[in-house]
């Protein structure tokens, strides 16, 4: 069982960039999967969660009306379209579903 990032770069501030996260070993379609983000010096923090279908979304405060996570389950893929970057939006991203996590992908957002 295994989540793999991608997507991650360098943007300028007001860019944007789309996270993909393939998942493989498990049966994708039934599981909530989540998008978290660590900066350097700061804890694990959740950015996005989507249902199994799809029908239900969460976002962290800090990121509602920028980012939007999606889903293709025919796929095996969630996706985190990212709006109107920030500086503060720096920081490692991780999939996760559950216990499971990726190895992460960095994004930067800099001048």
């Known amino acids: 069982e295994q989540v793999v990032e991608s997507g991650g770069g360098l943007v300028q501030p007001g860019g944007s960039l789309r996270l993909s996260c393939v998942g493989s070993g498990f049966s994708f379609i039934t599981y909530y999967m989540r998008w978290f983000r660590q900066a350097p010096g700061k804890e694990r923090e959740l950015v996005a969660g989507i249902s199994t279908f799809g029908h239900s979304t969460e976002y962290a405060d800090s990121v509602k009306g920028r980012f939007t996570i999606s889903r293709d389950n025919a796929k095996n893929t969630v996706y985190l379209e990212m709006n109107n970057l920030k500086p503060e939006d720096s920081a490692v991203y991780y999939c996760?579903?559950?216990?499971?996590w990726g190895p992460g992908t960095q994004v930067t957002v800099s001048s």
């Open positions: 996760n579903r559950h216990s499971l």
